[in-house]
Nanobody, 125 residues
Framework: QVQLVESGGGLVQAGGSLRLSCLASGRTFSTYGMGWFRQVPGKEREFVAAISRSGITTYYADSVKGRFTISRDNAKNTAYLQMNTLRPEDTAVYYC??????????????????WGQGTQVTVSS
């Protein structure tokens, strides 16, 4: 079992930055991969970024590549999503998720078994 709690969302102007955090508990953090997804009302949840168990491998959606950075601190049981140069289209509820199956950084939502409650990110123009 894994429990995940996101924090760090909020309201920011276009071009600004936010850092999301995801604190994990339960199973040993370094034994599973982590991902960030986002969702807007009326649309499917979409992949944003993923990081492998060790943190060596990362993978990004094209829409955020070069602007967002995913990282993790296994000693603190925490994953991060640094979001720079934010755009209004980045507005969404952001979720972190745990992938207990893959040995790589997976983009597939079906690989993620545990989810946080989500944190709202709103980017104003």
């Amino acid at each position: 079992q894994v429990q995940l709690v996101e924090s760090g969302g909020g309201l920011v102007q276009a071009g600004g930055s936010l850092r999301l955090s995801c604190l994990a508990s339960g199973r040993t953090f370094s034994t599973y991969g982590m991902g960030w997804f986002r969702q807007v009302p009326g649309k499917e949840r979409e992949f944003v970024a993923a990081i492998s168990r060790s943190g060596i491998t990362t993978y990004y959606a094209d829409s955020v590549k070069g602007r967002f950075t995913i990282s993790r601190d296994n000693a603190k049981n925490t994953a991060y999503l640094q979001m720079n140069t934010l755009r209004p289209e980045d507005t969404a509820v952001y979720y972190c998720a745990a992938d207990l199956l893959s040995t790589f950084a997976s983009w597939s939502i079906n690989r993620y078994e545990y989810w946080g409650q989500g944190t709202q990110v709103t980017v104003s123009s």
